[in-house]
């Protein structure tokens, strides 16, 4: 069963810290991986996708990185705001045109 | 671009009532949108697919005859609840797609509250 987990399921910080948002799934035959932010009961918002092929993918503070032989994918945060603070969600697709498997979501807190 | 709408945004009903969200791609064509229902502190789970102008193909476990799918057009689907009850209150999101395209577009998500 193709199953994707992000641990921990919450996590709080204080401003200006660098983090790392985790996330494993089953099935290494992963086709991408996509990272989410979701504000409280709002929609979400596509951070980063990366392909299979690749192993990371960056966007100015963030920065993806994708290991399917151990399957794992991590989100790294740079210097963190308070704006920052939301749920983070990852998803896999496991074939072309596939649907989105959801991890459980870390929700984030970056105290001032 | 690529906006995906949702309406309404919040609803409450009665129970037994059918309630009718509405998806719509606002500035580009979605050959596949999708309907996910998210309980509270949970992640999202998706219930159906739905291609333009064919029926949708739900996942195991959810009642088609009780949440009706049409995508009637390349910007529009919508996801009916029928006969409401506690139990289907929920956050509901959309989400749609380009043909030949991997990224899918969310919409804000439909709060649904059925007493």
């Known amino acids: 069963k193709q199953e994707v987990t992000q641990i921990p399921a919450a996590l709080s910080v204080p401003e200006g810290e660098n983090l790392v948002l985790n996330c494993s799934f089953t099935d290494s035959a992963i086709y991408n991986l996509q990272w989410f932010r979701q504000d409280p009961g709002k929609g979400l918002t596509s951070l980063l996708l990366i392909q299979s092929s690749q192993r990371e993918q960056t966007s100015g503070r963030l920065n993806a990185s994708l290991d399917k032989s151990s399957g794992r994918s991590t989100l790294y945060i740079a210097a963190s705001q308070p704006g920052d603070s939301a749920t983070y969600l990852c998803a896999g697709i496991y074939n072309q045109g596939g649907k989105l498997i959801f991890g459980q979501g870390t929700e984030l807190s970056v105290k001032p | 671009g690529a906006v995906v709408s949702q309406h309404p945004s919040w609803v409450i009903c009665k129970s037994g009532t059918s309630v009718k969200i509405e998806c719509r791609s606002l500035d580009f064509q979605a050959t596949t949108m999708f309907w996910y229902r998210q309980f509270p502190k949970q992640s999202l789970m998706l219930m159906a697919t739905?291609?333009?102008?064919?029926?949708?193909?739900?996942e195991q476990g959810v009642e088609k005859d009780k949440f009706l799918i049409n995508h009637a057009s390349l910007t529009l689907s919508t996801l009916t609840v029928t006969s409401a009850h506690p139990e289907d209150s929920s956050f509901y999101i959309c989400s749609a797609r380009r043909d030949f395209q991997e990224t899918q577009y969310f919409g804000p998500g439909t709060r649904l509250l059925v007493l």
């Open positions: 739905s291609n333009e102008g064919s029926k949708a193909t739900y």
